[in-house]
């Protein structure tokens, strides 16, 4: 077999047109044969032992050819992509041409392939970067949540106030009757959550334990079930029980009690103020690089093949059913559930997939022009810190993750932080400075 012609076309597919001997089509169907032919029944003998072409005279000439193919195809295409230096991401589109000798085969194999990539300008690019601050109000607001979080609740007998509790039975009627899905027996209702169409939980502050009320409101114009979109309903309510939220003193004991690190609520305030700076300053890094790859990706210029967009999406879809599966449920299951095709599913992650195509393409590209590799020591650090990661054995995860992978990996993340090494922090606008010095007061 052999390699005849390599020829570019379009949207960055190569075709490779691979010819292969008589002599190797002859020898690969005595293989097809071998295989299959034991299993073909022939008049006159018993079955498996007729000749290869006394089948072929009873079935056709082509009775092996599918098989003599399929036998030939691989290593002629390894061959065929190891001799053109190409590197394909996806399937061929395969096509037979005329055969350069009779009892031949020609191969022309339409494969997509890495476009070429040319960058513009990466070095000296300038972005926005948020200057991550903490506010005193933000910890407030932390340190209510986490009371939230450690309250506790206490029956009253007195009048509902907003905050309240309310355990309720409840039953809607639109123009005097009943409709579905109105209805429900001790219901525990916050007031002032929200949760219930607006006007309804406002009605029910004043009552107490044992009262009944008629709470009548009227559902929003752009409600989800059309039939009562925009119609006035009355609710029959039972009240059953008022509880209060009691919330814990925010004091030294209530730091111990949330953190096993603090001994005063200053310590447990100092924590939260560094876990606040540490998330909004890798979110701001994060923002900053998505900025600056932004750019980077407007310059490039590739002529990306679908096939390496859909290969994407096969990672993503893949990963999201493998997240589903720790939680106990299978990608089918989901899609069903969702009442989603999975065409449609797949075309969720499509712009994702490009965007991500797109930035692995940019950053090899500046890898490769900036000479960036990667050390030996960086692959031991990545294996080491994977291992303690998912608690496993560095050797273990050797096994698992390829070396080839892992470098590949690194070299793009050593890209990335080449671009941003090189990068110019654009500073927020004037108008956008001033209105945070109006209203910034950093936590202490």
Known sequence: MELKNTEKLEHSVVALTIEITKAEFEAAKDK???????????????????????????????????????????????????????????????????????????????????????????????????????????????????????????????????????????EGFVDGVAFEGGKAEHHELTLGSGAFIPG????????????????????????????????????????????????????????????????????LKKEITDRLKNERQEAADAAFEEKLLDVVIAGM???????????????????????????????????????????????????QAERQVKTRLALQKVADQENITVSEQEIADEYAKMAEQYKMDVEKIKTIVAESALSGDLRISNALEFIKKNAKVKKASKKKAEETEETEETAE
Do not use: W
């Open 32 to 170: 097809a044969f071998k295989k299959s032919g034991k299993n073909i029944t022939v008049p006159g003998f018993r079955k498996g032992k007729a000749p290869r072409k006394m089948i072929e005279k009873l079935y056709g000439e082509g009775v092996f050819f599918e098989e003599a193919f399929n036998i030939l195809y691989p290593q002629a295409m390894d061959m065929a992509v190891e001799k053109s230096g190409i590197k394909m991401v996806g399937r061929a589109d395969v096509d037979l041409g005329e055969p350069a000798e009779e009892g031949g085969l020609t191969i022309i194999a339409k494969v997509p392939v890495e476009p070429e990539v040319e960058l513009g300008e990466y070095k000296g690019i300038e972005a926005e970067k948020e200057t991550v601050k903490v506010l005193q109000a933000d910890v407030k607001a932390e340190l209510n949540r986490m009371a939230q979080r450690f309250a506790r609740t206490e029956t009253v007998e007195r009048k509902a106030k907003k905050n309240d509790t309310v355990d309720i039975d409840f």
């Open 200 to 267: 309804f939980e406002d009605q029910l502050i004043g009552c107490k334990a044992g009262d009944e009320k008629d709470v009548v409101v009227t559902f929003p114009k752009e409600y989800h079930a059309e039939e009562l979109a925009g119609k006035e309903a009355t609710f029959k309510c039972k009240v059953h029980k008022v509880e209060e939220t009691i919330l814990p003193t925010l004091d030294d004991e209530f730091a111990k009690d949330v953190s096993d690190t603090c001994e005063t609520l200053d310590d």
């Open 301 to 351: 210029k590739a002529d990306i093949p679908e096939a390496m967009i859909d290969s994407q999406v096969d990672t993503i879809v893949q990963d999201f059913g493998y997240r589903l599966q720790m939680q106990g449920m299978g990608l089918e299951q989901y899609l069903k559930m969702t009442n989603t095709e999975m065409g449609a599913f797949r075309a969720m992650f499509k712009d």
